[in-house]
């Protein structure tokens, strides 16, 4: 069965610090990679996907995150962050042949002006 | 184009009674889903329809909860009747096809959610 773990349930960072948020899954054939993100008092957005191609996604918002197929990882990176990216950040799978999606349980990221 | 609907947004009932989630999905979109999402978790797949039809509904709890989405469009949840664990948000999202349709990947779009405060 499929699934997926994000490292860090709570990161603080003053604002201009560079981001990285972990995101491993467990899955063995080919798969889907997103980043939602979910501003306070605001529905679940999608920041990025990876379907094939290029492992190097580049999102909105200045977020990337990069596919390590042999390490099971899609880490978002941001190089500077600012007050704004203030949110809970997802990291989900999908098996390439369906569409149902496996969450991870979220990041928490504080912005400190 | 328009998101998706979703209502109420909020909602508190006591244990034991029931309540029932409305959605309508992105206009043209065959897939719809239901999550439930307790807090500080990430979202947990309920049940997914194409068109009409059912396609998962592995981890929806069948005594208690159901769904139905007539004409293939706007899809209800219910519970009944409601437990406390039953407290979470509760997200419809829809995407554009869906499973076996041959596309590499396919987009979900989530609603704002419905809160649910079960005292």
């Known amino acids: 069965a499929q699934s997926v773990s994000q490292h860090n349930h709570h990161v603080i960072l003053s604002e201009a610090a560079s981001l990285e948020l972990g995101c491993n899954y467990s899955?063995?054939?080919?798969?889907?990679l997103f980043w939602y993100v979910q501003y306070p008092g605001q529905h679940l957005q999608l920041l990025l996907k990876y379907f094939s191609g290029d492992p190097l996604v580049k999102g909105i918002k200045g977020f990337e995150a990069e596919f390590i197929k042999s390490k099971f990882s899609f880490n978002l990176r941001k190089p500077s962050v600012q007050w704004s990216d203030t949110a809970e950040y997802f990291c989900a799978v999908s098996a390439s042949s369906a569409s149902k999606i496996i969450f991870g349980s979220g990041t928490r990221l504080s912005i400190r002006p | 184009e328009a998101g998706v609907a979703q209502s109420p947004r909020y909602k508190i009932i006591e244990k034991r009674q029931s309540v029932a989630f409305w959605c309508n999905p992105i206009s043209g979109h065959a897939t719809l889903y239901w999550y439930q999402q307790i807090l500080g978790q990430g979202p947990k797949l309920l049940i997914q329809f194409q068109n009409n039809g059912v396609v998962d509904d592995s981890q929806l709890p069948k005594d208690r909860f159901s769904a139905e989405r007539l004409k293939g469009v706007d899809s209800t949840l219910k519970i009944q009747p409601a437990k406390l664990e039953d407290s979470a948000v509760y997200l419809c999202?829809?995407?554009?096809?869906?499973?076996?349709?041959?596309?590499?990947?396919?987009?979900?779009?989530f609603g704002p959610g419905t809160r649910l405060t079960v005292l």
């Open positions: 899955y063995g054939g080919t798969v889907n």
């Open positions: 999202a829809s995407s554009r096809r869906g499973t076996g349709s041959g596309v590499v990947g396919d987009t979900q779009y």
